[in-house]
């Protein structure tokens, strides 16, 4: 699925109270094709997506880094109707 990259930072908190973020290489607005992660246990892991980034890596996403192209166009029309 083509979707449109909208976040490219992750909050980070680990067990000893370490605060900081993961930069993925990803371009805010450019568009990328997705995969969905199958996961092996759905349950307790978070679903991702599996996406190419800018370097040519394949790399696991969490899901709020994209949106679909026709969501994401039907919210910028949205903002400039108002």
Wanted: aromatic share 12%; with cysteine.
């Amino acid at each position: 699925m083509k979707a449109i990259c909208v976040k490219n930072i992750k909050n980070v908190t680990s067990a000893t109270s370490f605060k900081g973020e993961n930069k993925y290489d990803l371009t805010i607005g450019k568009i990328y094709e997705i995969y969905e992660v199958q996961q092996f246990a759905p349950n307790l892991l978070p679903k991702k997506w599996q996406v190419i980034d800018d370097f040519r890596k394949n790399v696991h996403t969490p899901l709020d880094f994209f949106k679909p192209i026709v969501e994401y166009r039907n919210e910028q029309i949205e903002k400039i109707l108002k």
